[in-house]
């Protein structure tokens, strides 16, 4: 859809754009501080970009720079992405809000719950409420991950060979079901917990669909939004587009930068499965793209993605009683602070910025993944960011807040 560009001044759109510098200014600093290995940042204000910014390095030890179609691992950021393709099966009648997970994916039908032991002798008991759709989009489902290390069944999953990654060996259903055989931490709806939900949903997309998920998104969100760089894994080491890929770098408990490439290197080829919850690579260009069909509502150059109403009910709390993630989720690490913010069908949401403790309107609705990437969308000042780097976890390095600030900083009108 052509290349990434300023398309309007700030100060026709209310910005101010010498403190909007103030963003890139910052984040260069983290750079030479080590912290970041380099950095593209996009916002737009009523639907045309008014700040394009790089800096730093896509592969450090070569010294080759950033660049406005720099390819980035996106981890979570495939989330919403998901949501939205089952949002879309949902419109079409595939299924309901309601429907239980057992009704598509048979191995959900028989859920137990921990209720004590350890991962050698879990003690379960069946569970009283199915796990549904809306417990999938909304982290509702007491499903987990691996990579948490507090709680056994988080143990008993990487066992199984799911932490960050999944099995050599297995499919997309064959995954799925060794998922479900693992006990839930709780009844479904009473608590909300990050985990391999959004993995199970790709899966629901799949069986709704009678395609792939990697075909789904492909056929009815991507091309017709003209994302041409978002996929899940490159054609091999030697397609042209690898060498736009930018490297993926862990952040040592010292805050040291260090090449990450036997996690990285997994995305130089096609993923064996699709990940619904953190397999995609993007650009920022293409990422902009799915931001601005959101904050359109659904809608982005004349093609509808999803209906301005589900849009809607997408990005508001779902939690019970408007409750934050401090209040209902459980104390981990998720894609997002916890203090002021909700959940609604696939997103964060911000429902309360003084305990959010951030310069953030109601209403702001947002994601990241592991390297520490992020977008946000701002319907009331219609606004949006899309923040790429490639630092491994994203927990490492609290960035997001800081973005926010550097960005609403320069908002006049």
Same mark, same amino acid.
């Given at each position: ?10 100060s ?14 910052h ?48 981890y ?21 809000l ?12 028989? /859920?137990?719950?921990?209720? #004590?032991?350890?991962? $050698?002798? !879990? =003690?379960?008991?069946?569970? @009283?409420?199915?796990i549904?759709i *809306?417990?999938?989009?909304?982290h509702? /489902?007491?499903?987990?991950? #691996?990579?948490?290390? $507090?709680? !056994? =069944?988080?143990?008993?999953? @990487?066992?199984?060979?799911?932490e *960050? ?22 009844e ?6 990050y985990s ?23 056929d ?5 939004l003209?994302?041409?760089d ?30 990450y ?42 093609v ?18 408007n ?9 981990l ?20 910025s ?31 960011c ?28």
């Amino acid at each position: 859809m052509g290349e990434l560009q300023v398309e309007v001044e700030p100060s026709e759109v209310g910005l101010d754009g010498q403190r909007l510098l103030r963003l890139g200014a910052h984040l260069d600093r983290l750079v030479t501080a080590g912290r970041i290995p380099g950095w593209l940042a996009v916002v737009g204000r009523g639907g045309k970009i008014t700040y394009l910014g790089t800096g730093g390095y896509r592969h450090v030890e070569e010294q080759l720079p950033v660049e406005v179609d720099t390819i980035f691992r996106i981890y979570s950021m495939t989330k919403p992405v998901t949501s939205v393709a089952a949002m879309m099966l949902l419109e079409a009648g595939a299924f309901e809000l309601t429907t239980p997970v057992g009704d598509l994916i048979p191995s959900f039908r028989e /859920s137990r719950i921990f209720v #004590g032991g350890s991962d $050698v002798k !879990p =003690v379960t008991v069946p569970a @009283r409420e199915p796990i549904r759709i *809306w417990h999938l989009l909304t982290h509702t /489902s007491g499903l987990t991950y #691996g990579f948490h290390r $507090v709680h !056994p =069944v988080d143990a008993l999953l @990487r066992q199984a060979g799911y932490e *960050w990654s999944f099995p050599d060996d297995v499919d997309l259903a064959t995954a799925v079901d060794a998922i479900a055989a693992q006990p839930l931490l709780f009844e479904p709806g009473t608590e909300w917990n990050y985990s391999l939900s959004t993995d199970v949903l790709g899966r629901v997309v799949e069986i709704a669909s009678g395609t792939t998920l990697d075909r789904f998104l492909a056929d009815r969100i991507f091309s017709p939004l003209g994302m041409t760089d978002t996929s899940f894994g490159l054609a091999g080491p030697e397609s042209p587009d690898a060498g736009r890929l930018a490297r993926l770098y862990a952040v040592t408990p010292t805050g040291k930068l260090v090449p990450y490439d036997v996690l990285g290197n997994l995305f130089l080829r096609p993923a064996r499965l699709p990940s619904g919850g953190g397999g995609l690579l993007s650009t920022a260009a293409d990422y902009h793209r799915f931001a601005s069909m959101l904050r359109g509502g659904g809608a982005l150059d004349g093609v509808r993605i999803l209906g301005p109403r589900t849009v809607a009910a997408m990005t508001r709390n779902w939690l019970p009683r408007n409750a934050d993630l401090d209040t209902f989720g459980r104390p981990l690490f998720a894609e997002t602070p916890f203090r002021g913010v909700g959940f609604g069908l696939g997103f964060g949401v911000v429902i309360d910025s003084p305990r959010a403790a951030m310069l953030a309107s109601v209403g702001d609705y947002s994601w990241g993944g592991a390297a520490s990437t992020t977008f946000w969308v701002d319907p009331a000042e219609d606004l949006t960011c899309v923040f790429m780097t490639q630092a491994f976890p994203s927990s490492a390095l609290p960035i997001r807040s800081v973005l926010r600030q550097l960005v609403n900083q320069a908002i006049l009108t």
